[in-house]
């Protein structure tokens, strides 16, 4: 419960303040972790496999410590769990930026619009021009909607502080070191598919909520689902194409084509049918957003206190049987299962040590 009612605080701080305008900790991690890629760096996989253990493996350990010292205090729980969701969270920055990078193109100030590109990607802005730079919004809204909003709250309903802080140094690490150019293509890769891998369910998720929700922006949950079931798997991302390919039938727009990044390119299928977006798509495109963040966070909040009870029940019953299996001379001093139940019951060591070992959601 604890857990549940920090994720809806956190969610409600992002929503009516956005990022930290000051000492933001994602900042201050970064910069911790530029630095020891200093020290480790060396353009193979193994050096990038360390480095990405160690940059991962510290806020997971902070978040599981502080978890542990607040096991028995649910007020204290839900408070830091609350700061730790605000400060993961991007949704209300990311819409943000779709807002002004709309109301610019509509202005028909193109520079102002290139230069604003950088708050949401990382492509060459110099020679786009309305489309392209509508396009990538949409397509930076999409996927940031995933990454920023729907993972966050996804692995904290199932793992607490851990699973928030963990994912979301894994996602800025991909955003340091997981490109395809000379310096990172092999030192970057493990923190690439760490990422991958920690958002092939967000990522669905995402596109389904996002089907789901299309009406809030006038869109058709039918197109959305039959563009979805098409493109999805298209995109040379194992995620990336599941939230752009919903959005473009969410919208009714083509995305894909030519990215040009400093210094390469690369040319990505098309996703969707009918026009290249517009800057009065841009506005669509944020309303939906910020519907499957509250879809998410309705979601996040009701797994630790339904699903997640459930996990946690077939966790501690699995345990109990795999103990009892192994005989009265097993686990527990030699008292087998009647040992290991007994201490369930009376709540003592035994119980803190099973949930520690078995309980679905980590320690929390």
Excluded at 53 to 71: C, D, I, K, S, Y
Excluded at 305 to 312: A, C, E, N, Q, Y
Excluded at 333 to 338: D, E, F, K, N, V
């Amino acid at each position: 419960m604890a857990n549940a009612v920090g994720l809806l605080a956190g969610y409600a701080l992002d929503r009516v303040l956005g990022d930290p305008r000051r000492w933001h900790p994602v900042a201050g991690f970064g910069q911790a972790a530029g630095a020891l890629e200093r020290r480790l760096y060396r353009p193979d996989r193994t050096a990038g496999t360390a480095f990405t253990a160690l940059a991962v493996g510290g806020p997971v350990l902070l978040g599981a410590v502080v978890a542990a010292a607040t096991r028995h205090r649910p007020v204290t729980r839900a408070v830091l769990v609350a700061a730790g969701t605000w400060t993961v969270l991007g949704g209300r920055t990311l819409r943000h930026e779709a807002t002004v990078m709309g109301r610019t193109l509509r202005d028909g100030d193109l520079p102002a619009a290139r230069r604003r590109l950088g708050h949401l990607c990382g492509r060459d802005p110099s020679t786009l021009g309305e489309s392209e730079l509508a396009r990538a919004t949409v397509e930076s809204v999409a996927e940031n909607t995933s990454d920023a909003v729907v993972a966050p709250l996804l692995w904290g309903a199932v793992a607490g502080l851990p699973g928030l802080l963990g994912y979301r140094a894994a996602n800025t690490l991909d955003a340091m070191v997981g490109h395809r150019s000379t310096r990172y293509a092999r030192f970057g890769t493990p923190a690439a598919r760490l990422d991958d891998v920690l958002n092939l369910v967000p990522s669905r998720l995402t596109g389904l909520l996002t089907i789901a929700v299309a009406p809030v922006a006038h869109g058709d949950r039918q197109r959305a689902w039959q563009v979805w079931r098409r493109d999805r798997n298209d995109h040379p991302s194992p995620n990336a194409g599941q939230c752009e390919a919903a959005m473009a039938g969410a919208l009714g727009v083509r995305l894909g084509g030519r990215n040009v990044y400093f210094g390469r390119s690369e040319v990505r299928p098309f996703l969707g049918d009918g026009p290249r977006p517009e800057a009065r798509h841009l506005k669509r495109a944020a309303r939906i957003s910020g519907a499957v963040g509250l879809a998410a966070v309705g979601l996040a909040a009701a797994y630790p206190v339904t699903l997640g009870r459930l996990v946690d029940a077939v966790s501690r019953r699995a345990l109990i049987g795999a103990v009892g299996r192994r005989g009265p001379a097993g686990a527990a001093g030699g008292r087998g299962l009647a040992g290991v139940a007994g201490a369930v019951r009376l709540g003592g060591a035994g119980e803190r040590g099973l949930r520690a070992v078995g309980m679905g959601r980590a320690v929390g």
